[in-house]
């Protein structure tokens, strides 16, 4: 008699769940796959191929120009710079949240969870306006910040922190489910090999969660630069100064300089296609690790 193994019986039962995964009739699988695709169609290829059509309607040398425009210029570099403060100081928050929730026990933990949601509750709009309340000229601090010749509101200060505010979730929202489904056995196990806790972090739990923390990373940034509510309270829409990409393209499309406006549009639509390539490598690249690693165990 033979005898079926684990990997046998796992292989098999895998197998199975497939075929009755699959066991719709024809027309069902077909329906949907048309309902997704005439639903991507009309919401996202359609927009991308109206953005870049309208970009080049009236040629590549207009094209260029409009983005070699020196506000455009401005506003690319100020959305790049909001967006190079801003990843790096989410990255060490998320990481930090996620490693305290995710590692240990203490007070308060279900209200840190709750205030990590709090960007996805609030509106960016009221987000750019509490920064208003609390640095602008008649704010609660703003006398302070004359009297120093400190500028907040109006200014990369403020657009960096209306920046941070909305994007912080997104690393941590990545890290803590990761971290929690990890457990603590590793850390532990360092721990009682005498290892402190910084190499605990470097060595072990970086390690493990690198593809979500970069997954987060990716996301953080597309947000940071395609920001527009909170940006735009705290920018004052200074032509040139306080306007980023997002800014930018609205006063040229008010202007009714379409190519101008579709040409800076097209440029974010770049910028999003590329942060979804990378978002597409890296959900391959932790999968096969966890094929890898599930081959291994059995």
Request: proline share 4%.
């Amino acid at each position: 008699m033979s005898v079926i193994t684990t990997s046998q019986y796992t292989s098999y039962h895998n197998k199975v769940a497939r075929s009755r995964a699959t066991s719709e009739p024809a027309w069902v699988r077909y329906l949907l796959i048309f309902t997704a695709l005439s639903f991507l169609t009309l919401f996202l290829f359609v927009p991308l191929a109206a953005v870049f059509t309208e970009a080049l309607r009236k040629g590549f040398g207009t094209y260029v120009t409009a983005l070699l425009d020196p506000d455009a210029l401005s506003a690319i570099k100020l959305t790049f710079i909001a967006a190079i403060i801003a990843v790096p100081l989410n990255l060490v928050f998320g990481v930090a949240a996620a490693w305290a929730i995710a590692k240990f026990e203490f007070k308060g933990k279900s209200i840190l969870i709750t205030l990590i949601d709090l960007p996805f509750a609030v509106s960016p709009v009221i987000a750019g306006l509490i920064y208003v309340l609390i640095f602008g000229l008649q704010g609660w601090f703003g006398s302070s910040l004359v009297d120093n010749d400190i500028k907040v509101i109006f200014a990369l200060p403020g657009i960096v922190l209306a920046t941070v505010f909305v994007t912080f979730p997104f690393v941590a929202r990545e890290l803590i489910p990761l971290m929690q489904a990890q457990g603590k056995d590793e850390e532990e196990a360092g721990l009682v090999l005498g290892a402190s806790g910084w190499q605990i972090l470097w060595r072990i739990t970086l390690p493990n969660v690198k593809w979500g923390l970069l997954y987060g990373v990716i996301l953080t940034n597309a947000r940071a630069m395609g920001e527009f509510g909170a940006v735009s309270v705290v920018s004052g829409h200074i032509r040139g100064m306080t306007n980023t990409l997002p800014l930018h393209v609205e006063i040229l499309y008010n202007e009714y300089n379409y190519a101008a406006a579709f040409a800076v549009a097209s440029l974010l639509a770049l910028l999003a296609l590329v942060t979804l390539a990378l978002k597409t490598f890296v959900e391959w690249k932790a999968a096969s690790n966890a094929s890898y690693n599930e081959s291994a165990v059995q």
